[in-house]
């Protein structure tokens, strides 16, 4: 199946601890990128990658890390920098213009 | 600051009659426009992509467009109690190669 797996789907994070959500895809696409999504809010941006051992910053990368290894991967750690991490996390690849999503990571902080 | 603005809602119609859900945007020069659904707790599904002024249908769903009024709205014809989800609007960033901005989302809900 074709598709873009995230994983864990849920996680809970003590203070002061570093944590990473994975995301991979196999759609063979260029373009990943992490959002964040907070209740009643939208989607606001983290990072983004359009190609392997690129990436960029988006609207609100402070406390976030990522890193593009691979085509496949595109894992975003979020440090104990982020000082309200308790959201949920979805990544998501382009084709052309169509994004598509990832079934997400509810992060809490304990 | 480009913006994509929707109605919270929510936005309450009986089964079996029309949905309407409206968003428009700051950004003059955008050229792609998305709908996506979004269950509560699930991940958003891209439903419609709209590039041209006008219509397109599809199924139940007609996506229309008009880029004079920067206005892209969403029609749900024949709503069933299935279709309550928040419906989240999304326009593109010229220059980006794919990026998105999204609007907050309107919550819809269908009424048996």
């Known amino acids: 199946d074709g598709g873009i797996t995230q994983s864990p789907k849920y996680l809970f994070r003590k203070e002061g601890q570093n944590v990473t959500l994975s995301c991979e895809q196999n759609?063979?696409?260029?373009?990943m990128y992490w959002y964040r999504q907070d209740p009643g809010q939208g989607l606001r941006l983290i990072y983004y990658?359009?190609?392997?051992?690129?990436?960029q910053k988006g609207d609100i990368a402070e406390g976030y890390s990522v890193s593009r290894e691979k085509k496949e991967s595109f894992p975003l750690t979020v440090t104990s920098a982020q000082k309200n991490p308790t959201a949920f996390y979805l990544c998501?690849?382009?084709?052309?213009?169509?994004?598509?999503f990832g079934p997400g990571t509810r992060l809490t902080v304990l | 600051q480009k913006e994509v603005e929707q109605n919270s809602g929510p936005l309450s119609v009986p089964e079996g009659a029309i949905a309407s859900l409206n968003c428009t945007y700051s950004d003059r020069v955008s050229q792609s426009f998305f709908w996506y659904r979004q269950y509560s707790g699930k991940s958003p599904e891209l439903i419609m992509s709209?590039?041209?002024?006008g219509d397109k249908e599809d199924g139940r769903f007609t996506a229309q467009l008009n880029k004079a009024s920067q206005y892209v709205s969403l029609l749900i014809r024949d709503s069933q109690p299935s279709d309550s989800a928040t419906y989240l609007c999304?326009?593109?960033?010229?220059?980006?190669?794919?990026?998105?901005?999204f609007g907050k989302g309107t919550k819809l809900s269908v009424k048996p």
């Open positions: 999304a326009v593109n960033v010229m220059g980006s190669q794919g990026n998105l901005i």
């Open positions: 709209i590039y041209s002024n």
């Open positions: 759609l063979n696409h260029d373009a």
């Open positions: 990658s359009q190609i392997v051992n690129d990436f």
């Open positions: 998501a690849s382009n084709t052309y213009n169509e994004q598509f």
